[in-house]
């Protein structure tokens, strides 16, 4: 189970490879932050911020952690571009229901 709330059928083959390795880090705190915010944002990255978030998932999730956490402070050359855009990013973890779907119990 990924945890990613889209399908990723009708994007494009690097876009599917991102979105599919955003949501398959190696722990679960990484996936849950680059997984959400690529669900929210694949479609809409320009080939420049894809090539930096790809940047950002060579990182070791270890780092990502502490730097997304503020244990450890960004380094420079993530201070600017994508990085504080995931960091600020907001998930929307409200349980699906069967109102979601328009169902009625």
Same mark, same amino acid.
């Given at each position: 189970? @990924?945890?990613?709330? +889209?399908s990723?059928? *009708?994007?494009?083959? =690097? +876009? %599917?490879? !991102?979105?599919? +390795?955003?949501w398959? =880090?190696? !722990?679960? &705190?990484? $996936?849950? #932050?680059?997984g959400?915010?690529? *669900?929210? &944002?694949?479609e809409?990255?320009? &080939?420049?911020?894809l $090539?930096?978030l790809?940047? !950002?998932?060579?990182?070791? $999730?270890? $780092?990502l #952690?502490?730097? #997304?956490? /503020?244990?450890r402070?960004v380094p420079d050359?993530?201070?600017? /571009?994508?990085?504080? +855009? !995931?960091?600020?990013? @907001?998930? *929307?973890?409200?349980? #699906?229901?069967?109102?979601?779907? /328009? %169902?009625? %119990?």
């Open positions: 189970m @990924t945890g990613t709330t +889209r990723s059928a *009708d994007i494009e083959p =690097r +876009r %599917k490879r !991102i979105l599919f +390795r955003c398959h =880090r190696g !722990i679960r &705190e990484m $996936d849950l #932050v680059l959400s915010f690529a *669900d929210a &944002e694949i809409t990255l320009s &080939e420049a911020e $090539d930096e790809e940047a !950002i998932m060579a990182e070791h $999730d270890r $780092d #952690v502490m730097w #997304v956490t /503020g244990e402070p050359r993530f201070r600017t /571009g994508l990085f504080p +855009r !995931i960091c600020a990013f @907001t998930p *929307d973890f409200s349980p #699906v229901t069967a109102e979601t779907f /328009g %169902k009625t %119990k």
